[in-house]
Each structure stands twice: as structure tokens, then as C-alpha cells.
């Protein structure tokens, strides 16, 4: 017998998080599941968005570069960002995309391994990370080399210059061993990247602890920056000097405006800049990231834990009937914040839970993806929406010609 | 004798642009001559940032991608700069920085031309141009060569790849030729490769007839994007199928929702994206753009040529016994919009002159660079900052320690 309502009302009383969801704007009449594809909006960020540009562009103009500390964004949102994983304060700076900042690292990881020529991942990883390791590889005559992730200890050898992984799968929510995976590439001399998009807000990531070489992640998802927010990128101190990349743009100057003729890298994290920030996009970022300040991550992780293992639990006993199997682990400590469902109707079942206003998404080709975002949702919630999908699927409400139809953003 | 003020308001009764004015918030007591360096907020900005934000964002979460059009958004914001720049709609798309898009164009012309080594330049173009170039080349063996602008068109030769320019100078306003060198390069077969920054938005640009290969430009000056705003890519139809770029991210792919686990480029411009586009600041851009709807682009240049005109006649008479010296092209069809002034200590005047609500910038080492943008600029403005510059120098209020230290961004 699973969990009753009053169950989870309890659970949620003694939630030492709770009180975060006041933090945020969600909709009416609507269950969330999907932030980890975009993170819901921190009130906070409704002012800074408008301060940016009815005041500080508005008024101050390009004087806002300094006075209003645009300048210095990137690395005192970086600052803030490796605060969250476990980081050291001059390791991390926001930059691009989470793709722009995957080739600047592969490429820079290939570089500090001369000789080498694989990278290597693992199959079903966040299709971006392959697409630019695609990239890389046919553009510098390196090898893109994918395994079975039980297979991916045994297959680093002295080829490899860098082993690139999706730290959390983006389908399953399965949690890669950062500290086992990265002591056995450093044994064989390979580095680490890590994509920390489906981690980092959600997890206890120590990516010093683990000895991290390199790592990158999105702003958009648990760090609640935005639709597209800027992207962030781990380099750890120790590979600093020796690191380089080939987007040298004038924000990675050592003197952006003296405007000399050649380019000269700048010192520390600040090398990995490209090109001139998205301020309105960055901003709110920083503005988001400040839900996070002095909250205890291991309280976060294991309040996504709790709720990952509820909904599990409740799909157990509620939807197995319907055709629906678990696609996430069912060891707690090897999955993150989201519990995914495979289905062979998934994306209409998805759509028809849209309309009834529980928010999850579709990962082709079968899978109904649920984000269980500690810092805003409660037990009460994972309980009424395993209700709906329950209900959706005994009323068939997703058997419809218009839920089947694919959109462009699934 | 130069022109009165009462000259200039007559100058501006007649503006057939007069009216665009009203469409910008400038702040009180302010003029405004940084707008090559970030462009002055279009007042449609203001509710779309907000309703991004506050409704989009807020209420609509993920679905926003599809709903509020976020995920064309690229694609259709590139069709309106098309219209700016003489260029068809499927020509161009909005991604990254130009930074980022100087080095996929870069590699992608590279690849067009195999066998060809050369990247050719001129010196004193705008330096992350130069920068990325360094970068391209050190990373794949190609060479970044500069030669002095009179000596471009003799330099392009069978081992040039693609002839890289600024199309105009941002310190000095000056416009190379597009046509002309687009002809000697294609002679050579070689290509080309614009920077549009300080072009695009005050200049009758037209790459579809100046038979341009390739261009990028910023979103953020006289396009009026915001801070960092996103850049653009220009890729002649001819060349959409052959080129490709090694930041091969999932938003470059043909059907990215299918997340399958090889790079398929996309077909025509879309194959130039690489990751989620930065949608607050995206937004803004598209917002701003609809100041340009309509506009006659050869009535925008021709303002252009008349304020800079004026700004060089007065300062001429007014200006040259301060030591100042004209350091843009005394012909108006051989200068952007704007006017820069030389003089050895321009950091300090430029410093003054703000104080006292006249913003310009500085351009190492000596040059004080005035942006003289025809749709929220008068004559009457420049007649009235000219005789602010006349009073700061008669005065020497410029001459104080606060106004000689250095700034983060000048």
C-alpha cells in the first residue's frame, strides 16, 4: 500500500525547503514537471528584468557597462554558479551556449593532451554533447568514440584525451559516478568534461571533491535563469594557465579595450569568454541564482530523492496497468531530479496531461519525462499528478488526433 | 561662416526622419553620440521585455517555445535584418555573438576553399575580428595575414581563402568598398566575409547586389538590441548547401526534437545555429527591429551623411584650435555614421564630456569617436555637442585626475 494524500501533506509539513516555492511565480491550476527543461520564474528576476532596461539601459546607456556592473557579470555570475557545485569562486564563468562552451572545452581538452585523439562518451548522452564532439573531431582529425556506460571505465586508455559525459541523463535521470569516472580517465592520463545541465540546482555536486577537470551547464534549467539563459563553464585552477581554445574573441582579452592588434589571452576563467554577454539574458540569471544563496544543496538533493521515490513508488502501484514502465533507476543515489516513464503513446499522453495542467515533456521515442523540482514542488503535488495521469489513461483522454500531432518543440 | 543653430533647426524641419525620434526613450539632458557602441532602447521594447518575462515566461513555462513562437524566433528575427541589409529573408539568422559567428563563417570558408590557406585582413579593423582570425588559424594551420587597406586588392591572391573586413572602421567610420573588393576577391577565386557592426541600421547596405558571400554583424548598436544582444549570420544562398562550421550544436540540427545521436545539418541558413538561443535578450532584438519597418534605408544613410557632415564642418571652425584633428573621412561616401576626433588626451575630454551629458567614447590610444545616428539624433544635437566639446576644451574642465583614470570599458 502506497502513500496516501494525508501522507504526503505530511511529508510536505516537515520539509525544511518548503517555504522556497514562495520564491517563484507558477501559474494557476498548473503541476510543473518540467523544470528541467525550463526552470519556473523567480519573482526576483520580474524587477531585475525590468531595472535592466527601463533604468540601466534606458538611462545610464552604455555607462552601465561600469556603473551598473555589466561588465563584471560573467565572472560574478560564475562566482555564484560555482557556489552551487561545488566549485571555487574563480573556476566557473558564464559564457554562450552550453554547445559554444562544449567545443571551447573539447577543443581545449584535446589541445592539453597533444597525441591523443578520443574522446570519448557514452551512448544516449544529451545529443548536443555528441553533435559537437561530431563537430570537433571531423574538423581537427580527432575521433569521437561512444560506449555502453557500463563499458566506459574499461574502454579509457592512453588514446583518450578527454572522457565528455552528460553527468545526469537527460532521458532517465541516471546519475554518472563523477569522482570513480574521473580518478579512472586521471589514471590512464585522460581528462574529464562533464555537462552539468540536468545536475547542478539539484544535486550535492562536489566538483572539486571529485577532482573535475572540466565541466559545462545551462542556465536554464534548475538554475531558473530563463528561456536560453547563458550557459556556464568549469575550468579548474589547476589547468588555467595551460588551457586554450579557439573562439578568442575580444571578451577573453587580456585588455579588451585597448583594442590592441593581437590577441593575448586574459588570466584565470576569464580566457573563456568569447563575445559580448547577453546582458538582459545574464541578468536575469544572476537574479535567479540568488534563490540559491546559502541553501544547503544536500537538503535539495534530498528532497528530490524524496519526491522521485514517491512518484515512483505511486507509478508502481498506479500506472503500471496503464503500459507505463519506470525508465529512471530505482537506486535513489544514481538518479536525479526527475522520474521518467516509457510509454509506447508517450507523446500523446504528454500533450493530453498538458491540458489538463500537469507540465511534463516527451523525449522521443517513447519516453514521458517528469522534472520533480525540489525547490517548488511538494509531495501533495507528486501525488495529484500521478492522480491525473492515472486518470488520463482510464478515460483514454489521450487518444486524440490533435495530441498526436508532433510539434516542433517537444 | 558654418551653420547657425537656427541653420541646423531648419535642417531638422525638413527631416524626412524627424519622427522616428519619438520611438526611443534618451534620458533628459542627454546627447547621445555612443550609439555605434550600445543603441539607445526603442521604446516597443519596454512591454515586450515584460511580457516575455512576466507572461511568457511566467504563465506559459515550456510551452512558450512553441505557443509564443520563441523556437522560429532566430529564423524570424534574421528575415527582418535581411531587409536592412539588401539580402533575401532565407539569407540570414540570429545566433550567438559575432565573435562566435566570425569563427564558424571562418572555418566554413576554410572548408569552401580547400587547398587555400590564407585569411586576409586589414590592419586596424575591429579587434576581435582580428582575434578570432588568430584563433581560426593557429587551430587548423590556415594564416591570418593584415595588409594596409590601399593595398587589399593587390594583396588577394590564389592562396587567399576568404578576404575578412570590417565593412566599416570602428574608430575611424571609413567604408571599404564593397562591391569593388567582392569582385576582386571573386576574380581571385576567393571569398568574403563582412562585418556588418558599424554598418547595419544607418547605411543602405546591399550584399545581394554587391554579390556578398558571407557577413555577420552585432545586434546591439545601431540595430538597437540591447546590451550584448544577439548577432546575425549572412550566408549567400548559393553557398547554404557546401558550407558548414564546426559548432555543430542540436539547434543546427534538422529535426533537433528527435534528438537522434548523429549531427544532421540543417537545410539552408537554420544549419548556422549551435545552441539555445538566449530568448530574453532575443526578444528585445526583435522588439527593436520594428523601428526599421518601412524605412527607407537610402533616406537613413543620407541623414547619416548630413549629421556627420555638419559635425565635421563644425568642427572644422570650432574644434581645430583645441588640438583636435579629424580622424574620419572628409567624404561622406566613404564614412559610416560616425565622426571621430583625435586628440592626445581624448580619454580625459571624453570622460568631461559625459559629466556634462554629451556621451561619446574613447578608441585607443587618442581617438574620441562621436556615433551620429539618424534616428534619434538632430542637427541641432550635434550643433549643441559640438559646442559643449568647444566649452569643455576653452574651460579645460577635462583636465582632472578623476577624468584621466581609466575605465573597465571605455
Redesign the interface.
Known amino acids: 500500500m502506497t502513500k496516501t494524500r494525508d501522507a504526503c501533506q505530511a511529508l510536505d509539513a516537515r520539509d525544511p525547503l518548503a517555504d522556497m516555492r514562495a520564491r517563484f511565480?507558477l501559474?494557476e491550476g498548473?503541476i510543473?514537471l518540467?523544470g528541467n527543461?525550463?526552470g519556473?520564474?523567480p519573482k526576483a528576476?520580474?524587477n531585475r528584468?525590468?531595472q535592466?532596461?527601463?533604468q540601466e539601459?534606458?538611462?545610464g546607456?552604455?555607462?552601465?557597462?561600469?556603473d551598473a556592473g555589466?561588465?563584471?557579470a560573467p565572472t560574478r555570475v560564475g562566482a555564484k554558479i560555482a557556489g552551487i557545485i561545488g566549485a571555487e569562486s574563480g573556476e566557473v564563468i558564464v559564457t554562450?551556449?552550453?554547445?559554444?562552451d562544449?567545443?571551447k572545452l573539447l577543443?581545449g581538452a584535446l589541445a592539453l593532451r597533444p597525441g591523443r585523439k578520443t574522446i570519448l562518451g557514452v551512448?544516449?548522452d544529451f545529443?548536443?554533447d555528441?553533435?559537437?564532439a561530431?563537430?570537433?573531431a571531423?574538423?581537427?582529425g580527432a575521433e569521437f568514440e561512444?560506449v555502453a556506460a557500463d563499458d566506459l571505465i574499461a574502454a579509457i586508455d592512453e588514446k583518450t584525451a578527454v572522457v565528455c559525459l552528460t553527468h545526469v541523463n537527460y532521458?532517465t535521470g541516471f546519475i554518472h559516478d563523477m569522482a570513480k569516472i574521473t580518478a579512472a580517465a586521471h589514471a590512464k592520463g585522460a581528462l574529464t568534461l562533464w555537462d552539468l545541465s540536468h545536475s547542478a540546482g539539484v544535486l550535492d555536486l562536489q566538483l572539486g571533491r571529485a577532482d573535475a577537470d572540466l565541466a559545462v551547464g545551462?542556465g536554464?534549467k534548475y538554475l531558473n535563469g530563463?528561456?536560453?539563459?547563458?550557459?556556464y563553464v568549469f575550468v579548474a585552477k589547476r589547468h588555467q594557465t595551460a588551457i586554450g581554445?579557439?573562439?578568442?574573441?575580444?571578451?577573453g582579452?587580456k585588455v579588451?579595450?585597448?583594442?590592441?592588434?593581437?590577441?593575448v589571452p586574459a588570466e584565470g576563467i576569464a580566457k573563456m569568454l568569447?563575445?559580448?554577454?547577453?546582458?538582459?539574458?545574464?541578468a536575469?540569471l544572476e537574479a535567479a541564482l540568488d534563490v540559491f544563496a546559502g541553501l544547503d544543496m544536500r537538503k535539495v538533493q534530498a528532497k528530490a530523492s524524496s519526491l522521485t521515490e514517491l512518484f515512483i513508488e505511486l507509478s508502481d502501484e498506479r500506472l503500471t496497468r496503464h503500459g507505463f514502465t519506470v525508465a529512471s533507476p530505482r537506486n535513489a543515489a544514481a538518479r536525479g531530479a526527475q522520474a521518467s516513464l516509457a510509454h509506447p503513446e508517450a507523446y500523446a499522453v504528454v500533450q493530453a496531461l498538458?491540458a489538463r495542467g500537469v507540465?511534463g515533456?516527451f523525449?522521443?521515442p517513447d519516453v514521458a519525462r517528469f522534472g520533480l523540482v525540489p525547490l517548488y514542488l511538494s509531495h501533495v503535488d507528486v501525488f495529484d499528478a500521478v492522480g491525473i495521469i492515472d486518470d488520463v489513461m482510464e478515460t483514454e483522454a489521450w487518444n486524440t488526433p490533435a495530441f498526436r500531432t508532433r510539434?516542433?518543440?517537444?
Chains 1, 2 share one sequence.
Open positions: 511565480v501559474p498548473v510543473y518540467d527543461s525550463l519556473a520564474l528576476v520580474v528584468s525590468r535592466i532596461v527601463e539601459w534606458a538611462e546607456l552604455i555607462r552601465s557597462w561600469n555589466w561588465y563584471t554562450d551556449s552550453t554547445s559554444v562544449l567545443f577543443m551512448q544516449g545529443p548536443t555528441a553533435y559537437i561530431q563537430g570537433v571531423s574538423f581537427v561512444r532521458k545551462c536554464y530563463g528561456p536560453g539563459a547563458p550557459a581554445h579557439p573562439l578568442t574573441g575580444w571578451f582579452h579588451p579595450f585597448e583594442f590592441a592588434p593581437d590577441y568569447t563575445g559580448t554577454p547577453p546582458m538582459l539574458s545574464l536575469a498538458i507540465i515533456d523525449r522521443a510539434k516542433a518543440v517537444t
